[in-house]
């Protein structure tokens, strides 16, 4: 259980490292993201089966890597009228 709990730990920080830099200066991006992480990770506190701790750890890292990957965020240039 030790070992599936540092795991979890570990897929925890990184999703909220990823977030910072994905969401870098969109304040209510990093909000409501960091919230969704920490509700999902609470709702699932009490799951104590290692066959779905490492569904939920997998489920986790599959997530980061899609947001790390897949998600652009575009800033608007004022002066361009462009993003």
């Known amino acids: 259980m030790t070992s599936a709990r540092s795991r979890v730990l570990s897929i925890y ?4 490292q ?10 209510t991006a990093l909000n409501i993201v960091r919230a969704k992480i920490n ?12 066959l779905d701790i490492e569904k939920l750890i997998k489920a986790a890292q599959e997530i980061e890597t899609e947001l790390r ?3 652009v965020q575009a800033k608007y240039d004022p002066k361009s009228g462009n993003y």
């Not at 990823?18 to 304040?27: A, P, Q």
């Not at 609470?42 to 104590?48: A, G, L, M, R």
């Open 18 to 27: 990823t977030r910072k830099v994905v969401f870098n200066e969109d304040e």
């Open 13 to 16: 920080k990184k999703l909220h």
């Open 69 to 71: 990957t897949k998600v």
């Open 39 to 50: 509700d999902e990770f609470k709702k699932n506190k009490t799951v104590e089966d290692d």
